[in-house]
């Protein structure tokens, strides 16, 4: 098995240098494709300093998506890993993709350890049965997946800014693709303090949410029902905020109006993109569309 591992970063230079580390430690053979975009950290010049990267791309598009997609294009390994920039492989991470592939896995994951100050938390397999069709979705910072079920799903959908990688776990499911879950394949993260809350993009959540449904399995009551499901428990959780007095009123009623939005825009552009690729795939922005995702490369194999 030959293995690619390709990092998309942007403004994480001290992040990605840990990264990096722990993949020259761990699995110093692998074909490493940093993919940058557009950093304005100094990230290029560190990675222009190492020995232990074989690619540097490039991009001008701050979408993950587009970065994955750019580093697949140049992974020439038949596994392409995918890391997140901000975690670092441990012990028994590559045995774990190796003997996945062994066994004729399609994908496998594995969790994340975060370093808290009271401890560590990790994640389980999560899967869920839509519409017939039983998901298991990945972890979008560690996961390695075949060559071949890149290219029959034409990569990562690039109309996604958030929740590509649960959308290519519905194409997956769709065409009859397995991910398998092993403990020993684990990165971990480290933190200083126990973390923050960030913000959510309330329409780009459900924008998300709807386009992939919709594009994926049709409009059809039982995923009307299920993007309810979720809107209302949002909305009841942020009511709680009002009533404790941790959010205005104000800020309730214009999140609401952008999740409504969102699911207008997410509806009519899943359609759209229904009907453009009625294939298994569902792919209709994916890797084949385009071919000017790098402003510059830097190949050192």
Known sequence: MELSVVVPTLNGREE?????????????????????????????????????????????????????????????GDVVALVNQGLSVEDGWFGAIRDAFDGACNVVTGPTHHQLRAGMTTETKESRSIVGRT???????????????????????????????????????????????????????????????????????????????VKNYGVRPTIAWRIGSHAVSDALSAMKDVARGDAAPSEWFSNGRDVLEGLRTGGQDGVAARVRDRSSRRNPNGRSKRADRAVAVYDWR
């Open 16 to 76: 990605l240098a840990g990264c990096l580390d722990a993949l020259a430690e761990h699995v110093p053979s692998a074909e490493v494709i940093v993919v940058n975009g557009p950093s304005a950290d100094g990230t290029t010049g560190m990675v222009q300093d190492r020995d232990d990267v074989s690619v540097l791309v490039e991009i001008a598009d701050r979408s993950v998506n587009v970065a994955r997609n750019a580093g697949i294009d140049r992974a020439t």
């Open 135 to 213: 998901v298991t979705y990945f972890n979008p910072g560690n996961v390695a997946i075949e060559t071949d079920v890149l290219t029959t799903l034409d990569g990562f959908d690039e109309y996604l800014d958030v929740g590509g990688a649960r959308d290519f776990a519905h194409r997956l499911a769709g065409t009859g693709y397995d991910v398998t879950w092993d403990t020993d394949m684990s990165v971990s993260r480290e933190f200083e303090a126990d973390g923050g809350m960030m913000e959510t993009d309330w329409r780009w959540k459900y924008r998300s949410l709807s386009y992939r449904l």
